[in-house]
C-alpha cells in the first residue's frame, strides 16, 4: 500500500458569473409565461427612464483548489423617476453563493437568506413602501435573477455577489470558467402542468450587436506549488509570474467587450502535478473535510470488444452556423474513427427527431459515410424539443452482448434541465451518457448534469479547432477507464454525512473527491481502493499529516452545495416534498442561495415618497457565433418596434428556417427548402401578427416535401382559420396556379398540422402570401 505524502493544498473554485442583461416587454407578450432567463426593467417611458449597464468587475482569487470569487456590477438610473431594475445573469453550475450586499450611494445593504416565497413578500411589501430594496432568487443552479427597487434618479448602483467552488483537475489541467452571458433557452413541451414555450420570448440583441457595458477581470492565483503551463482560449489576457507559485492574470483592455463569451483559463502545475490531499477545517458546530486522491495513469487495453454508440445531435435554430459547425467536425471524426466492431446510430432533433435506422448499423464505411453526409447537409431550425429524443434514443432496441453508449450533442438551450435528468436517470441500466456542449456560452448545467446522472463525462467546445482534440479524448476515455469499483474506507476517522455517497468510476484522469465532516481528533487512516485494467488499486494517507487551517472554511459551503445539487437533480421523482424541504433546510442552515432559498436585503428609509418605481428595458447580447435563429427572426419585430427610434426588424420577405431533420433522411434539400418565402402576412382583429409570423416562419419549411418541383416564382396565397387553442381548423387555398390536386391537397394536410400561439378569446383568421423563390 502506497503512502500519500503530504501536499501544499487549500480548497474549492469558484467559478462567478455574471452578466448584464435585460429584456423588453409590450403588451402582447405581458401575459406570457417563460423560464428564459432576461435582464427586466419595467418602464412606461424607456426613452426617458433608463437604467443600463455600466461594468461588470470580477474579482477572482485561487489559493490551491479554492477559487472565491467577488462579482461587482455597477447601473445608473439616468432617467428622471425611480425605477425598479430586474435582471438575470449566469454562474457557474457548481457555484455556492453565500453572500450579497449592494451599495447605493453611501447606504450599503446587506442581503439575509430566507425561503423564496418569504424573501419575496419582504421584498415586495418594502419595494411598495417606497423603500430600497434587493432581492436575489435563484431560476437554475447557473442562471440568477436580481431584483433592486426604488433606484432614484442620478443613484449608481453597485451589486456585490460572493461565491465559491473547488476547481477540479482533468487530465492534469486546472480550469477556471466565468460565465459572462445566458443564452435563449427554448421550453419546449413538457409534461401536464409544465409551463410551454415555442420559442424563446425574451429579448436578445442582433447577432454582432455588443453590450455597451464594459468588461474586467482580474484573477489572482495562489497555486502552492510552482505552475507550469497558463493560457486563456477565450479572452486577451496579460499575465504575470509575481513568484513560482503565484501568477496574476489581467484581462486585456481590449477585450472589455467580451462578456458575449465565457471567460476560460487553463493552467498546469509544473511536472503535471496535481495539488491533492486531505483538507480539514474545524469550526464552531461543525467539522468538515475535502479528500483529494489522483488515481493510477490510465493503462492501455488490446482487443476491447465492440461498443454500440447512439449519437443524438441538436439541430434545431439557436445551433445555425458557428455550433452546428463545431458539430459537424466532431460529429466526423468520431463517426469515421468506429471501429468496424462497433455499431452506431444516429438521431437528428430539433422540433422533431428522425433516425438514421431504427436498429443500429454496422461501422462500415458506407454506413458511416452515409450518416456523416446527413449530417454535413444541416443548416439548423425549429425548436429544440430534447426530451422526445432523449425518450426516442432510450427506447431503440438494445443489441445483446454489447455496451451501449450515448453521446448528446447540443448547445443546451432549453429548460427542461430536471426532467432531463430524471429520465436519464430512470434508465441508467440501458447505456451511458456523454454530453457535448456545442458553442461560445452553454447551457453548462444541462451538459454537466446529464452527464454526471448518466454515469459519463461532459465535453464543452467553444472552437471548431478542438474538435478533434475533445473527439480523441472521448475515445480515449471509452477505450480505456481509469479506475472502476471504487471504495473509500475510513479506519480511526470519524465521519458522517459523505458526499458522495457511491463513487462513480473514474473515465478520465481526474481526481477522486469526497466531502464529509468528522468528529473527534483528526487522526487514523483514509483509503482508497478501487480496479484497473491490470488488477487492483489501494492507496492511502494518514489523516495525522494534514492539520485543520481556517483557510478551509469554504468547505461547509462546498459540501452543503454538492448535497443540494444531488437532491436537485432529481428533484421530479418520488417524494419530491421531502427533497424540497431538505434543500430549503440545508440552504438556510448554511446561507446558501438554492432554488427554494434566496438573498433579501431592505433599507430601512423610505426614499420614494412619490408612489410606485416604474421600470426600464435593456435587451440582452447573443452569445458570441449564436445567429438569430436561436431566437426566432420574427421576434426581433415587436422588440423593435416598441423601442424609440430604433430600426424595426421585419421576417416578411426572408427564407424560412432551414430544413428540419424529420426530412434529412428523406431527400428533401435545404436548397429547396429555403426556397420558400413568406411575402405578407395578416390576422383577423384580437391576434398577434408577431407571433404568427413567427409560427409560420418556424413550420413553413413542412410545405417543401409538397411543393418539389414546382416552378420557382411561383405564388399564391392560403387562408387558415385558427381555433382558440392554436390549433388549425380550416385551410383554404385562395389563390395562385398550383394546378395540381395532388400538390394543394398536400399543402393542405400540411398546414393543418401546423400549431399557433393559444390564448386567443376567438378563433381567428390568418392569410399567407408565399413565393418560391427563383
Same mark, same amino acid.
Given at each position: 500500500?502506497?503512502?500519500?505524502?503530504?501536499?501544499?493544498?487549500?480548497?474549492?473554485?469558484?467559478?462567478?458569473?455574471?452578466?448584464?442583461?435585460?429584456?423588453?416587454?409590450?403588451?402582447?407578450?405581458?401575459?406570457?409565461?417563460?423560464?428564459?432567463?432576461?435582464?427586466?426593467?419595467?418602464?412606461?417611458?424607456?426613452?426617458?427612464?433608463?437604467?443600463?449597464?455600466?461594468?461588470?468587475?470580477?474579482?477572482?482569487?485561487?489559493?490551491?483548489?479554492?477559487?472565491?470569487?467577488?462579482?461587482?456590477?455597477?447601473?445608473?438610473?439616468?432617467?428622471?423617476?425611480?425605477?425598479?431594475?430586474?435582471?438575470?445573469?449566469?454562474?457557474?453550475?457548481?457555484?455556492?453563493?453565500?453572500?450579497?450586499?449592494?451599495?447605493?450611494?453611501?447606504?450599503?445593504?446587506?442581503?439575509?437568506?430566507?425561503?423564496?416565497?418569504?424573501?419575496?413578500?419582504?421584498?415586495?411589501?418594502?419595494?411598495?413602501?417606497?423603500?430600497?430594496?434587493?432581492?436575489?432568487?435563484?431560476?437554475?443552479?447557473?442562471?440568477?435573477?436580481?431584483?433592486?427597487?426604488?433606484?432614484?434618479?442620478?443613484?449608481?448602483?453597485?451589486?456585490?455577489?460572493?461565491?465559491?467552488?473547488?476547481?477540479?483537475?482533468?487530465?492534469?489541467?486546472?480550469?477556471?470558467?466565468?460565465?459572462?452571458?445566458?443564452?435563449?433557452?427554448?421550453?419546449?413541451?413538457?409534461?401536464?402542468?409544465?409551463?410551454?414555450?415555442?420559442?424563446?420570448?425574451?429579448?436578445?440583441?442582433?447577432?454582432?450587436?455588443?453590450?455597451?457595458?464594459?468588461?474586467?477581470?482580474?484573477?489572482?492565483?495562489?497555486?502552492?506549488?510552482?505552475?507550469?503551463?497558463?493560457?486563456?482560449?477565450?479572452?486577451?489576457?496579460?499575465?504575470?509570474?509575481?513568484?513560482?507559485?503565484?501568477?496574476?492574470? /489581467?484581462?486585456?483592455?481590449?477585450?472589455?467587450?467580451?462578456?458575449?463569451?465565457?471567460?476560460?483559463?487553463?493552467?498546469?502545475?509544473?511536472?503535471?502535478?496535481?495539488?491533492?490531499?486531505?483538507?480539514?477545517?474545524?469550526?464552531?458546530?461543525?467539522?468538515?473535510?475535502?479528500?483529494?486522491?489522483?488515481?493510477?495513469?490510465?493503462?492501455?487495453?488490446?482487443?476491447?470488444?465492440?461498443?454500440?454508440?447512439?449519437?443524438?445531435?441538436?439541430?434545431?435554430?439557436?445551433?445555425?452556423?458557428?455550433?452546428?459547425?463545431?458539430?459537424?467536425?466532431?460529429?466526423?471524426?468520431?463517426?469515421?474513427?468506429?471501429?468496424?466492431?462497433?455499431?452506431?446510430?444516429?438521431?437528428?432533433?430539433?422540433?422533431?427527431?428522425?433516425?438514421?435506422?431504427?436498429?443500429?448499423?454496422?461501422?462500415?464505411?458506407?454506413?458511416?459515410?452515409?450518416?456523416?453526409?446527413?449530417?454535413?447537409?444541416?443548416?439548423?431550425?425549429?425548436?429544440?424539443?430534447?426530451?422526445?429524443?432523449?425518450?426516442?434514443?432510450?427506447?431503440?432496441?438494445?443489441?445483446?452482448?454489447?455496451?451501449?453508449?450515448?453521446?448528446?450533442?447540443?448547445?443546451?438551450?432549453?429548460?427542461?434541465?430536471?426532467?432531463?435528468?430524471?429520465?436519464?436517470?430512470?434508465?441508467?441500466?440501458?447505456?451511458?451518457?456523454?454530453?457535448?456542449?456545442?458553442?461560445?456560452?452553454?447551457?453548462?448545467?444541462?451538459?454537466?448534469?446529464?452527464?454526471?446522472?448518466?454515469?459519463?463525462?461532459?465535453?464543452?467546445?467553444?472552437?471548431?479547432?478542438?474538435?478533434?482534440?475533445?473527439?480523441? /479524448?472521448?475515445?480515449?476515455?471509452?477505450?480505456?477507464?481509469?479506475?472502476?469499483?471504487?471504495?473509500?474506507?475510513?479506519?480511526?476517522?470519524?465521519?458522517?454525512?459523505?458526499?458522495?455517497?457511491?463513487?462513480?468510476?473514474?473515465?478520465?484522469?481526474?481526481?477522486?473527491?469526497?466531502?464529509?465532516?468528522?468528529?473527534?481528533?483528526?487522526?487514523?487512516?483514509?483509503?482508497?481502493?478501487?480496479?484497473?485494467?491490470?488488477?487492483?488499486?489501494?492507496?492511502?494517507?494518514?489523516?495525522?499529516?494534514?492539520?485543520?487551517?481556517?483557510?478551509?472554511?469554504?468547505?461547509?459551503?462546498?459540501?452543503?452545495?454538492?448535497?443540494?445539487?444531488?437532491?436537485?437533480?432529481?428533484?421530479?421523482?418520488?417524494?419530491?416534498?421531502?427533497?424540497?424541504?431538505?434543500?430549503?433546510?440545508?440552504?438556510?442552515?448554511?446561507?446558501?442561495?438554492?432554488?427554494?432559498?434566496?438573498?433579501?436585503?431592505?433599507?430601512?428609509?423610505?426614499?420614494?415618497?412619490?408612489?410606485?418605481?416604474?421600470?426600464?428595458?435593456?435587451?440582452?447580447?447573443?452569445?458570441?457565433?449564436?445567429?438569430?435563429?436561436?431566437?426566432?427572426?420574427?421576434?426581433?419585430?415587436?422588440?423593435?418596434?416598441?423601442?424609440?427610434?430604433?430600426?424595426?426588424?421585419?421576417?416578411?420577405?426572408?427564407?424560412?428556417?432551414?430544413?428540419?431533420?424529420?426530412?434529412?433522411?428523406?431527400?428533401?434539400?435545404?436548397?429547396?427548402?429555403?426556397?420558400?418565402?413568406?411575402?405578407?402576412?395578416?390576422?383577423?382583429?384580437?391576434?398577434?401578427?408577431?407571433?404568427?409570423?413567427?409560427?409560420?416562419?418556424?413550420?413553413?419549411?413542412?410545405?417543401?416535401?409538397?411543393?418539389?418541383?414546382?416552378?420557382?416564382?411561383?405564388?399564391?396565397?392560403?387562408?387558415?382559420?385558427?381555433?382558440?387553442?392554436?390549433?388549425?381548423?380550416?385551410?383554404?387555398?385562395?389563390?395562385?396556379?398550383?394546378?395540381?390536386?395532388?400538390?394543394?391537397?398536400?399543402?393542405?394536410?400540411?398546414?393543418?398540422?401546423?400549431?399557433?400561439?393559444?390564448?386567443?378569446?376567438?378563433?381567428?383568421?390568418?392569410?399567407?402570401?408565399?413565393?418560391?423563390?427563383?
Amino acid at each position: 500500500m502506497k503512502r500519500l505524502t503530504k501536499r501544499c493544498f487549500t480548497a474549492g473554485v469558484l467559478v462567478a458569473m455574471l452578466l448584464s442583461v435585460a429584456s423588453w416587454s409590450f403588451a402582447q407578450e405581458e401575459d406570457a409565461r417563460t423560464l428564459s432567463p432576461y435582464f427586466f426593467v419595467q418602464s412606461d417611458d424607456p426613452a426617458t427612464d433608463r437604467m443600463p449597464l455600466k461594468a461588470t468587475e470580477a474579482s477572482v482569487s485561487i489559493a490551491g483548489v479554492i477559487a472565491d470569487v467577488r462579482v461587482t456590477q455597477v447601473y445608473k438610473n439616468e432617467g428622471r423617476r425611480p425605477i425598479e431594475a430586474v435582471y438575470v445573469f449566469p454562474g457557474s453550475t457548481r457555484a455556492a453563493v453565500y453572500g450579497m450586499k449592494m451599495t447605493i450611494g453611501k447606504r450599503v445593504i446587506e442581503a439575509q437568506i430566507n425561503r423564496r416565497d418569504e424573501a419575496r413578500k419582504i421584498y415586495e411589501q418594502a419595494r411598495d413602501a417606497g423603500k430600497s430594496a434587493s432581492l436575489l432568487e435563484q431560476h437554475r443552479p447557473n442562471v440568477f435573477q436580481m431584483n433592486v427597487a426604488n433606484i432614484l434618479p442620478g443613484d449608481e448602483i453597485r451589486v456585490e455577489l460572493k461565491y465559491t467552488e473547488l476547481l477540479i483537475p482533468t487530465d492534469r489541467i486546472y480550469e477556471f470558467v466565468y460565465p459572462t452571458v445566458v443564452g435563449p433557452r427554448y421550453a419546449g413541451r413538457g409534461g401536464p402542468g409544465k409551463e410551454t414555450s415555442d420559442w424563446t420570448a425574451n429579448p436578445y440583441l442582433k447577432q454582432g450587436e455588443a453590450s455597451p457595458a464594459t468588461f474586467d477581470l482580474a484573477l489572482s492565483l495562489a497555486a502552492g506549488m510552482p505552475v507550469g503551463e497558463v493560457s486563456c482560449p477565450s479572452h486577451k489576457v496579460t499575465t504575470t509570474f509575481a513568484s513560482a507559485d503565484r501568477v496574476s492574470i /489581467r484581462l486585456d483592455k481590449k477585450d472589455g467587450g467580451g462578456a458575449n463569451r465565457d471567460f476560460i483559463l487553463r493552467y498546469r502545475l509544473a511536472g503535471d502535478r496535481i495539488a491533492g490531499g486531505l483538507l480539514l477545517h474545524e469550526g464552531q458546530k461543525e467539522n468538515f473535510f475535502a479528500l483529494i486522491v489522483q488515481p493510477p495513469q490510465k493503462i492501455a487495453i488490446a482487443d476491447l470488444p465492440g461498443r454500440e454508440y447512439i449519437f443524438i445531435v441538436d439541430v434545431s435554430g439557436s445551433m445555425h452556423g458557428f455550433p452546428l459547425d463545431i458539430s459537424k467536425k466532431l460529429l466526423a471524426d468520431l463517426i469515421g474513427n468506429l471501429r468496424p466492431s462497433d455499431t452506431f446510430n444516429v438521431l437528428l432533433f430539433s422540433g422533431g427527431s428522425t433516425l438514421l435506422a431504427e436498429e443500429s448499423l454496422p461501422a462500415t464505411r458506407g454506413n458511416i459515410q452515409k450518416a456523416i453526409s446527413v449530417i454535413e447537409r444541416q443548416r439548423g431550425g425549429g425548436g429544440t424539443e430534447l426530451l422526445p429524443a432523449l425518450q426516442r434514443a432510450l427506447d431503440l432496441p438494445r443489441l445483446e452482448g454489447s455496451s451501449r453508449t450515448m453521446v448528446m450533442v447540443t448547445d443546451g438551450y432549453v429548460s427542461v434541465e430536471e426532467e432531463a435528468f430524471d429520465l436519464i436517470r430512470a434508465n441508467l441500466g440501458k447505456a451511458n451518457l456523454f454530453a457535448f456542449g456545442i458553442g461560445s456560452s452553454v447551457n453548462r448545467h444541462l451538459i454537466e448534469g446529464m452527464a454526471r446522472v448518466g454515469m459519463g463525462e461532459p465535453f464543452v467546445l467553444t472552437d471548431p479547432k478542438t474538435a478533434a482534440a475533445e473527439a480523441a /479524448r472521448f475515445r480515449k476515455m471509452i477505450d480505456r477507464p481509469v479506475l472502476a469499483q471504487i471504495e473509500v474506507r475510513f479506519d480511526g476517522f470519524e465521519t458522517y454525512d459523505v458526499e458522495p455517497q457511491a463513487v462513480p468510476d473514474v473515465l478520465a484522469e481526474r481526481p477522486v473527491i469526497v466531502f464529509g465532516k468528522w468528529r473527534g481528533k483528526p487522526q487514523g487512516t483514509i483509503t482508497l481502493r478501487g480496479a484497473t485494467g491490470t488488477g487492483q488499486y489501494s492507496e492511502s494517507l494518514a489523516v495525522s499529516d494534514f492539520k485543520p487551517s481556517k483557510d478551509a472554511a469554504a468547505l461547509k459551503y462546498l459540501w452543503a452545495r454538492h448535497r443540494i445539487a444531488l437532491l436537485s437533480d432529481y428533484n421530479s421523482l418520488r417524494h419530491r416534498a421531502k427533497r424540497v424541504e431538505d434543500i430549503t433546510r440545508l440552504a438556510l442552515s448554511y446561507n446558501l442561495l438554492s432554488a427554494y432559498t434566496s438573498f433579501v436585503a431592505v433599507d430601512s428609509e423610505i426614499r420614494n415618497v412619490d408612489g410606485k418605481p416604474v421600470l426600464v428595458k435593456q435587451p440582452l447580447p447573443l452569445p458570441q457565433g449564436v445567429s438569430n435563429h436561436a431566437v426566432g427572426d420574427a421576434a426581433f419585430g415587436p422588440m423593435m418596434a416598441q423601442t424609440a427610434k430604433m430600426q424595426r426588424h421585419e421576417a416578411v420577405g426572408r427564407p424560412a428556417q432551414p430544413i428540419s431533420p424529420e426530412r434529412a433522411f428523406k431527400g428533401v434539400s435545404e436548397d429547396e427548402a429555403r426556397k420558400i418565402e413568406v411575402l405578407s402576412l395578416t390576422v383577423s382583429k384580437g391576434w398577434s401578427r408577431d407571433k404568427a409570423l413567427a409560427s409560420v416562419t418556424r413550420q413553413v419549411e413542412d410545405l417543401a416535401s409538397c411543393l418539389k418541383g414546382t416552378a420557382n416564382g411561383t405564388i399564391f396565397t392560403v387562408r387558415l382559420t385558427i381555433n382558440a387553442d392554436g390549433t388549425v381548423k380550416t385551410v383554404f387555398i385562395e389563390s395562385g396556379n398550383l394546378k395540381q390536386a395532388t400538390i394543394r391537397q398536400c399543402l393542405i394536410e400540411k398546414m393543418k398540422g401546423w400549431i399557433f400561439p393559444a390564448g386567443a378569446a376567438k378563433e381567428g383568421n390568418i392569410t399567407i402570401r408565399i413565393k418560391l423563390r427563383s
